[in-house]
């Protein structure tokens, strides 16, 4: 049996071929850093796109930018900051979007945090993960109330100057605090009513949960609307059931430390092999990490990955 990607449960408090060309927009003006400086990305590299989760509640998304090949372009193209959360809230009975202490952190120092990262050509996403309140990406009540969620995620993308959303169906905990149960068309409208918003940024997809499996209703089918998606279970090799084309799917799932050298040398064999354009790492830490990094940039790029403190 597979072991869920996430590690330890979220509390309320603790609580993705394509390199730059598949990554979308420009940086936007931030309330609190001013506006970014343009991107002065590395060399182009030939291969999948690289994404690198953080669990920022306990590492610097700084570490992200800090892995090079040997021609000085980024072993990583996408940084997720993971999480930020969906919670309910009982008295107005709506969901809403949280940041804990350590994401906010990351937003309010996005000249540190993220701006560094944008001008080496790495995109910065935020993930939104459940949080035990009832609240999910599934079961919105009403259309509206999916599309002011929607409305949440696109500010908060426009006003921290990120490159898009990353969804994460997992510890929603549905039916709680007399929330409803996962319905078929909640994550349909949540997904449309954020394309629109925001046309030209990413949208990517960690396929699990029942937002994962409900991604057609009335007609509409969301599934081409992401630009990614992936297997979540790492140490394992699944190719996401949707229907995307393989340049944007992840039947990799490593995480960094955890996963073996040799399966992740593997998975990176196979990406190449297959044709797949995307490779998932979770779990990037402060660490010199190199020998686990090159164990996978070897076979996706040709090259050792360098590691610059």
Do not use: C
Request: no cysteine; glycine share 8%; aromatic share 10%.
């Amino acid at each position: 049996m597979f072991t869920p990607v996430r590690s330890r449960v979220r509390t309320a408090a603790l609580a993705l071929s394509a390199v730059a060309a598949l990554a979308f927009g420009t940086t936007a003006m931030t309330a609190t850093t001013g506006a970014a400086a343009a991107p002065a990305p590395a060399p182009a590299k030939q291969g999948p796109t690289s994404v690198a989760y953080v669990e920022v509640n306990n590492n610097s998304m700084r570490n992200v930018g800090k892995y090079t090949l040997a021609d000085g372009g980024n072993v990583f193209d996408v940084a997720v900051i993971f999480a930020a959360n969906i919670n309910y809230d009982t008295g107005t009975k709506a969901a809403y979007l949280h940041f804990n202490e350590n994401v906010q952190r990351v937003l309010d120092d996005a000249a540190t945090e993220i701006r560094p990262l944008q001008q080496k050509g790495i995109k910065v996403v935020l993930s939104v993960l459940g949080n035990h309140q009832g609240a999910g990406f599934a079961n919105f009540p009403t259309q509206q109330a999916a599309a002011t969620f929607a409305t949440q995620l696109s500010d908060t993308v426009a006003e921290y100057g990120l490159d898009g959303i990353d969804f994460d169906d997992e510890y929603a905990g549905y039916g709680t605090n007399g929330t409803g149960q996962p319905n078929d068309s909640s994550f349909v409208h949540l997904v449309t009513a954020l394309r629109a918003n925001m046309p030209d940024k990413i949208i990517s997809l960690y396929n699990i949960g029942p937002a994962a499996s409900r991604l057609s209703y009335g007609g509409v089918d969301v599934s081409s609307t992401f630009d990614y998606a992936w297997n979540p279970y790492y140490g394992t090799w699944q190719v996401p059931g949707m229907a995307l084309p393989k340049s944007k799917l992840s039947p990799a799932a490593v995480e960094i430390g955890r996963t073996s050298q040799s399966t992740a040398a593997d998975f990176a064999r196979r990406t190449v092999s297959e044709g797949y354009g995307v490779y998932m790492t979770y779990n990037l830490d402060g660490a010199d990490r190199s020998a686990d990094v090159s164990a996978f940039t070897r076979q996706l790029y040709g090259s050792d990955a360098f590691y610059t403190p």
